[in-house]
T-cell receptor, first 110, second 113 residues
């Protein structure tokens, strides 16, 4: 089975940097996704990591350590529009199922 | 480009009623899936399909049926609605398997009374 943990809520200030952590214990692993979900809307893709290391995409970066079962999403130069839930999700070994964590609700304050 | 289209957006059912949530994608994706999202529990996989004619169970399949007669369509059927099935339902598709980016529909907010 899969067990995925991430903080329930975080608060940060506009212009700052925030790191959202995700830890997982899984019976198999074939990659980790981060999705963004604004209230009342559908999730949208942010990043995918399958190898260890940092993937950078504009203001957003995602890091993976497979040996530690750990990932983080780093958001730089926070904007008010970044207020949303951030969902960590792990792909199983067979690559046919995605398991989501409970999501981290990020509130950006002026 | 429509992407993933779900209907209806809102639905109220009485306990024991049945209904079908529709999902269609126009991206020629092989993989389609259904999730339910409940407060504090994230998205949970109900059923998925790796191609036309092939479906399989996810984490929480009880009370739901699916079929995949075409690449485009993946309807979710609630056989006999229960209050525990009150949730927001999302359909998603990705090109090949769960290791590729998923595109989600706009969701169906279902209330069972």
């Amino acid at each position: 089975g899969q067990n995925i943990d991430q903080p329930t809520e975080m608060t940060a200030t506009e212009g700052a940097i925030v790191q959202i952590n995700c830890t997982y214990q899984t019976s198999g692993f074939n990659g980790l996704f981060w999705y963004q979900q604004h209230a009342g809307e559908a999730p949208t893709f942010l990043s995918y990591n399958v190898l260890d290391g940092l993937e950078e995409k504009g203001r957003f970066s995602s890091f993976l350590s497979r040996s530690k079962g750990y990932s983080y999403l780093l958001l730089k130069e926070l904007q008010m529009k970044d207020s949303a839930s951030y969902l960590c999700a792990v792909v199983n070994n067979a690559g046919n199922m995605l398991t989501f964590g409970g999501g981290t609700r990020l509130m950006v304050k002026p | 480009n429509a992407g993933v289209t779900q209907t209806p957006k809102f639905q109220v059912l009485k306990t024991g009623q049945s209904m079908t949530l529709q999902c269609a994608q126009d991206m020629n994706h092989e993989y389609m899936s259904w999730y339910r999202q409940d407060p504090g529990m994230g998205l949970r996989l109900i059923h998925y399909s790796v191609g036309a004619g092939i479906t399989d169970q996810g984490e929480v399949p009880n009370g739901y049926n699916v079929s995949r007669s075409t690449t485009e369509d993946f309807p979710l059927r609630l056989l006999s609605a229960a209050p525990s099935q009150t949730s927001v339902y999302f359909c998603a598709s990705s090109s090949v398997g769960a290791s590729t980016e998923a595109f989600f529909g706009q969701g169906t907010r279902l209330t069972v009374v």
